[in-house]
């Protein structure tokens, strides 16, 4: 089972910004999509960025223009940069390996004045 750790988040006033960073134990992490999700409170768990192997993106609407997926496959890493945060974008972020069906512990992210 792959094991993934992020990090990165915090609390940034709005119009901040973040990114978040998400590494994996595997060794073939090049050839795996994946994706970050969020989970506010009360709501539920929702996608908001995908990666291909080849760096097809991916975006939930609400994100879009503001938010950027990467991916460095020599440190086997995926990167949520997030800019101009709204209140809203506050949750609980997610990394995700679709081929193993693998979650990360998730990082905080509030985003506050």
């Known amino acids: 089972q792959v094991q993934l750790v992020e990090s990165g988040g915090g609390l940034v006033q709005p119009g901040g910004s973040l990114r978040l960073s998400c590494a994996a134990s595997?060794?073939?992490?090049?050839?795996?999509?994946m994706s970050w999700y969020r989970q506010a409170p009360g709501k539920q768990r929702e996608l908001v960025a995908t990666?291909?192997?080849?760096?097809?993106?991916n975006y939930v609407d609400s994100v879009k223009g503001r938010f950027t997926i990467s991916r460095d496959n020599a440190k086997k890493t995926v990167y949520l940069q997030m800019n101009s945060l709204k209140p809203e974008d506050t949750a609980v972020y997610y990394c995700?390996?679709?081929?193993?069906?693998?979650w990360g512990q998730g990082t905080q992210v509030t985003v506050s004045s």
């Open positions: 595997e060794s073939f992490f090049s050839f795996y999509v």
């Open positions: 995700y390996h679709r081929a193993q069906n693998s």
């Open positions: 990666i291909t192997s080849s760096g097809l993106t």
